[in-house]
């Protein structure tokens, strides 16, 4: 059975750093891997989706990479802004379908 | 942009109610999902629907049905409410390739 963990839980950082958000997973035979970011009381939005083919994935400042081999993703976040405050989680499918499985979330606050 | 509507934000019901979250997307997906989310917890699967009156348990059916009568509009139901129901409900679309696209939530609590 696939499990996702996300290490750290939290994380709060001053404006203008650059950090990095992990993703482990125990089932490497994975198709892709999504990173979603959560405010407070509202959905997921989805921001990266990385193919299992694929070592890294870009959107403006976030920067997503996969090692399937050792089951780790991270997220890169360049030049944190305190609007970057959400909960981010990473999810993949279940074997060939469309269910996912996500990790408990790091939630992360930026001081301005 | 695709749109998932969730019916209600906020939801306040009685236990043994016969609850009905309603979860509308406009771009004509084939699957839709509803989950719960709960502090600790995190997002748990309750059931999946591939196609319309096709379904599929989640990871957590107990307590909950679901009906698709039409592809755009996936409903779930708590048949009898109970206070261990109260939660985020998530309802998420997708075209059979991911991402998957969430509506805002029901925060749904049973009294």
């Known amino acids: 059975k696939q499990e996702v963990t996300q290490i750290p839980a939290a994380l709060s950082v001053p404006e203008g750093e650059n950090l990095v958000l992990n993703c482990s997973f125990t089932d490497s035979a994975i198709y892709n891997l999504q990173w979603f970011r959560q405010d407070p009381g509202k959905g997921l939005t989805s921001l990266l989706l990385i193919q299992s083919s694929q070592r890294e994935q870009t959107s403006g400042r976030l920067n997503a990479s996969l090692d399937k081999s050792s089951g780790r993703s991270t997220l890169y976040i360049a030049a944190s802004q305190p609007g970057d405050s959400a909960t981010y989680l990473c999810?993949?499918?279940?074997?060939?379908?469309?269910?996912?499985?996500f990790g408990g979330g790091t939630r992360l606050m930026v001081k301005p | 942009d695709v749109k998932v509507t969730q019916s209600s934000r906020y939801l306040v019901k009685r236990t043994g109610e016969k609850v009905f979250l309603e979860c509308v997307q406009d771009m004509d997906h084939e699957n839709m999902f509803w989950y719960r989310q709960d502090p600790g917890l995190g997002l748990r699967l309750i059931y999946f629907s591939y196609d319309v009156k096709m379904k599929e348990k989640g990871d957590i059916p107990e307590g909950y049905s679901v009906s698709r009568e039409k592809k755009e509009r996936f409903s779930l139901i708590l048949e009898s409410a109970s206070t261990n129901q109260t939660s985020m409900y998530l309802c998420a679309t997708d075209t059979g390739h991911q991402p998957q696209h969430f509506g805002d939530g029901t925060r749904l609590s049973i009294l």
């Open positions: 999810a993949v499918p279940r074997n060939a379908g469309n269910m996912l499985t």
